[in-house]
């Protein structure tokens, strides 16, 4: 993704979708279900952590002029390419991804904080519906959904809410083989 800045710079931006939220997209909820239909649901941008815009960013894009500027895009991709893989290459499961994700909770933030992005509040919620500590997970929901305006009875949201209680149950099963025959 790349963002546009003041002062007419552009800068990368990149993240991952988790493969259990549903995206929230004006006010209702959508399927992830498709590479078209994904969404990033942690979004990792540089200027949120450093506060400043690298030197590296794009700054030669005007709109007015179409020459590709080869050796600025040759040189933003070299310091922007590292530095997304850095982030991405030790998410390889669904749980790498939610412990980056509360890692990057945790950051101090200097531009956008973490949670001005819509999508990280839904992971949030549904990072502990699975978890199994529903009555927070859904608390969290009804708190975003009044936030944005969103119906909480969404059918979408719905199936999301009952795949992640599921697998909070099947991970309980599978820790205690006691509750299983029961």
């Known amino acids: 993704m790349i963002n546009a800045l003041k002062g007419g710079a552009y800068c990368?931006?990149?993240?991952i979708s988790s493969g259990f939220v549903p995206s929230c997209r004006g006010r209702r909820f959508a399927r992830q279900s498709t590479d078209k239909t994904a969404v990033m649901d942690l979004v990792m941008d540089p200027v949120d952590l450093s506060g400043d815009v690298p030197r590296a960013?794009?700054?030669?894009?005007?709109?007015?002029?179409?020459t590709v500027p080869v050796r600025a895009?040759?040189?933003?991709?070299?310091?922007?390419?590292?530095?997304?893989?850095?982030?991405?290459?030790?998410?390889?499961t669904q749980a790498d991804f939610c412990r980056v994700f509360d890692e990057r909770r945790r950051l101090r933030y200097k531009r956008f904080e973490f949670h001005n992005y819509t999508?990280?509040?839904?992971?949030g919620a549904m990072m502990l519906l699975r978890a199994g500590r529903k009555e927070q997970g859904l608390?969290?929901?009804?708190?975003?959904?009044?936030?944005?305006?969103?119906?909480?009875?969404?059918?979408?949201?719905?199936?999301?809410?009952?795949?992640?209680?599921?697998?909070?149950?099947?991970?309980?099963?599978a820790a205690d083989p006691e509750r299983r025959r029961g």
């Open 12 to 15: 990368p931006a990149w993240g």
């Open 57 to 66: 960013a794009y700054r030669f894009i005007t709109g007015y002029d179409t």
């Open 73 to 92: 895009v040759d040189k933003c991709a070299a310091h922007f390419i590292p530095l997304a893989l850095a982030d991405l290459d030790p998410v390889r």
């Open 119 to 123: 999508q990280h509040g839904l992971v």
């Open 139 to 173: 608390r969290a929901l009804e708190e975003l959904c009044r936030a944005f305006e969103v119906d909480p009875g969404d059918k979408v949201l719905a199936e999301y809410v009952q795949l992640a209680t599921d697998y909070a149950a099947q991970q309980a099963d």
